[in-house]
């Protein structure tokens, strides 16, 4: 057995008995959902770098690296600032809030079940979809460690994830992110992109061997990065995984500046990610799958042990995020689509239910994981249909006072609708889409509620600001 293996199987071995400690700390639905909402400044930077920055992030962010050069970095970097974007904006006005969910909180500025209930179905597909790419990513690194076929490997990889995420929920999520958020940053800045550009010979190597476009910030195109910085700027902004990551913060202030901190991490890791994809460019220029540079190179230049470490790194990345979608999209459902319809309640609070409903979330995830291969283009797909479906009744929700149910309900139908269409007609990764979503999803919100009755209502920042108001005035005897 080479050293390699035995490196990945203790990391394995390891993520297990966090989800077990994370087991014994979760006594409530709220510590199974949100960990109790208890995570302190530099544990909840850790974690939520770590469920932003997965399986596309990494795997995907080297791809485009080996692709298109130091261009390559526009996905992973906007979704960085998003992240900081999130962080300053409305951090505070969310953990405020303390509800479980996007949709719940639709709900409670539109007063209605059915944008709680619609706008819940556009998140888990966003979700799942999300999940997917990550364990397609696992599947990836999997396979260059062992040698296995893509289907046994998403049934290892993905198989570890569901079971710590079902055990310990948030909790365990949150134990396993921090020691992932730790591997990550040893295995990639510290290890394989010193030594990976270093074998290539340097930067002075890598001018010679590449192309020069691949120097060139805009190589990937003026059009993609435009539709990179909608899809994944405002994509992370509104994603039920991350906001669920936000509840989890101790207070408003930690929120805020463990995101700012998060997200500068994000922006680092972007550069990172395209650089050591030019190194895998300029020393394995022939490789049939892109998705499988960052493994090669890491097997290819690092010695026994050390690309195990590396590869370890590259699973921690992919795993923190496929776990923080699977609970994500479990979450939504049983909260505010399943616990709507079914069960008629405002909120779902039962442990043993959120542990169900986030063991069917992983089965559906590893079924789908079993057809779908691309995983650029699958979370190319998931951000469409979660922004052109939710940014704009998100934004309304927090800003615009004229905003109502009715059109909150037509913008997210219309949108999806839209998006849908423009997929199927312009294809799964063509810019069109989400420009022709976001559009339409604006017209629908805004024409059908001013043609409504007239309905001015605070929005929700300005109902936390009042609510922060309430709880700082001083109590008089």
């Known amino acids: 057995m080479s050293l390699d ?16 400690l994370g087991y014994r700390r979760a006594n409530s639905n709220d510590d199974f959902l949100v960990a109790g909402r208890r995570l302190g400044p530099l544990f909840y930077m850790g974690t939520l770098a770590a469920v932003v920055l997965g399986g596309a992030s990494t795997i995907g962010g080297v791809r485009l690296g080996y692709t298109y050069g130091i261009s390559g ?12 974007a999130l962080s300053l904006l409305f951090s505070g006005t969310l953990t405020r809030l303390r509800v479980y969910s996007l949709p719940e909180m639709l709900e409670r500025r539109y007063g209605t079940a059915t944008s709680r209930v619609i706008g819940g179905v556009v998140m888990i597909a966003y979700d799942l979809m999300v999940a997917v790419t990550s364990v397609l990513a696992i599947a990836a690194v999997v396979d260059v460690i062992l040698g296995v076929p893509a289907t046994p490997a998403i049934l290892i990889g993905g198989g570890v994830v569901v079971i710590y995420s079902v055990l310990g929920g948030m909790w365990s999520i949150s134990l396993t992110d921090i020691l992932q958020f730790l591997i990550m940053t040893v295995g990639i800045f510290l290890i394989l992109l010193p030594m990976g550009v270093g074998q290539a010979g340097g930067w002075s190597g890598l001018k010679l061997e590449l192309p020069e476009s691949y120097f060139d910030l805009g190589s990937m195109g003026g059009s993609t990065i435009f539709t ?3 899809i994944y700027f405002f994509g992370i902004i509104i994603g039920q995984d991350v906001w669920q990551r936000v509840f989890t913060a101790r207070s408003p202030k930690i929120a805020k500046y463990g995101g700012l901190g998060a997200g500068v991490y994000c922006m680092i890791y972007a550069v990172a990610g395209a650089v050591i994809g030019m190194a895998a460019a300029a020393l394995f220029p022939d490789l049939d799958a892109p998705d499988k540079a960052f493994a090669v190179l890491a097997e290819g230049v690092l010695p026994d042990g050390l690309s195990g470490l590396v590869l370890a790194a590259a699973l921690a990345a992919i795993m923190s995020t496929a776990s923080a979608t699977i609970l994500a999209s479990s979450t939504v459902f049983g909260n505010d689509v399943w616990g709507v319809l079914v069960k008629k309640s405002a909120r779902m ?3 043993r239910e959120s542990r169900w409903w986030t063991l069917a979330a992983g089965v559906v995830v590893i079924l789908v994981a079993l057809v779908v ?8 797909v998931a951000y469409n249909l979660l922004v052109g479906g939710l940014l704009v009744p998100v934004v309304a929700a ?4 004229r905003a109502t149910s ?20 312009f294809g799964l990764a063509a810019d069109q889409p989400i420009y022709f ?7 629908a919100m805004v024409v059908t509620s001013l043609l409504g009755p007239r309905k001015d209502e605070a929005t929700l920042v300005e109902r936390s600001r009042a609510s922060e108001e309430r709880r700082e005035v001083p109590v008089r005897d």
Do not use: K, N, P
């Open 437 to 443: 979503g976001l559009v339409a999803s604006a017209f």
């Open 406 to 425: 009715q059109g909150a309900f037509a913008s997210i139908l219309v949108g999806s609708a839209v998006v849908i269409a423009s997929m199927a007609i």
């Open 398 to 401: 927090l800003f615009w006072r």
């Open 5 to 20: 293996l035995v490196v990945i199987l203790a990391y394995l071995v390891v993520m297990l008995l966090f989800g077990y």
């Open 373 to 380: 291969r691309d995983v650029v283009t699958a979370l190319t």
């Open 228 to 230: 990179y910085f909608l």
């Open 349 to 351: 609070e039962s442990m």
């Open 73 to 84: 970095m526009w996905m992973v970097f906007w979704l960085g600032v998003g992240i900081v």
